[in-house]
């Protein structure tokens, strides 16, 4: 059974991929593209939530996201910088 990672307000993983996605010039659909492509279970609906932080985030989500924009979990899991 895939684990999910709950977000919080100190560490919004949700908002950490947005960023790195946007900084990388993926859009949406495309990054949702590359994870099914990888066999990672994800649709567009589902990564909006996450990214709004409305929504928990599987391990393998967040292994697979790791993997297609080419970055750190100590990136995904990074502090909010607001609190």
Do not use: C, F, W
């Not at 684990?3 to 900084?23: L, V, Y």
């Not at 990054?31 to 391990?59: F, N, P, W």
């Amino acid at each position: 059974m895939d684990s999910k990672i709950k977000q919080t307000k100190t560490i919004p993983i949700g908002q950490n991929i947005r960023t790195i996605r946007q900084a990388k010039g993926i859009g949406q659909t495309e990054l949702v593209r590359l994870l099914q492509l990888q066999g990672v279970d994800m649709t567009r609906e589902s990564l909006v939530k996450i990214e709004r932080g409305i929504q928990h985030i599987y391990a393998t989500q967040l292994q697979g996201i790791r993997d297609v924009l080419e970055t750190t979990y100590d990136e995904l899991l990074k502090e909010s910088q607001n609190e």
